[in-house]
């Protein structure tokens, strides 16, 4: 039996989607990067309230094994297919966003894009998530992970947020 090691939890993520906001966790393990689906509220005011937080809460202290079917919406990339991991830093205006890209193998991965014009053979897929305001900015967690001789075939990157010049 394998047991995996928890490198990171990426806590309180957002994905914003056409009617709704979904809510993401990410846990990173040394053998893949596991997408945690914790709750969606849509548009409308009344539906709001929760914001993924008792889901979040549930899967705080779950083992990697667990968080992956935790619900049916989550999914699992593994570590090999992984290309790139880069958190942009908020701001007081802005949200910290963080934006992950791999390379689509055998896995079962929802909304796949198809392949490049270029005619290549391997698609990547490509995600952007948003902070909730309230929650940790987590730059040295993501900092320590470019460090870690476990990702050094993944792009890791913390980057400030770029102005326009006036």
Same mark, same amino acid.
């Given at each position: ?37 914790? =709750? ?64 689509? =193998? ?12 270029? =005619? ?47």
């Amino acid at each position: 039996m394998t047991t995996e090691t928890t490198l990171a939890r990426l806590s309180h993520w957002f994905r914003q989607r056409p009617n709704s906001i979904e809510f993401w966790e990410l846990v990173l393990t040394d053998e893949r990067l596991l997408w945690c689906f914790v =709750g969606e509220s849509y548009r409308s005011l009344l539906l709001r309230a929760d914001m993924g937080e008792r889901d979040r809460e549930a899967i705080a202290d779950l083992p990697p094994a667990e968080v992956a079917t935790y619900d049916d919406r989550n999914f699992a990339v593994p570590l090999d297919d992984l290309d790139e991991l880069r958190l942009v830093t908020g701001t007081r205006l802005r949200r910290a966003r963080l934006a992950v890209a791999w390379r689509e =193998g055998d896995d079962d991965v929802p909304e796949s894009q198809p392949e490049s014009e270029s =005619g290549s053979e391997t698609a990547t897929e490509e995600r952007t998530l948003y902070q909730s305001r309230t929650a940790d900015p987590q730059r040295e967690l993501v900092a320590d992970l470019a460090a870690d001789p476990r990702l050094a075939d993944v792009d890791v990157t913390v980057e400030a947020p770029r102005f326009p010049r006036l």
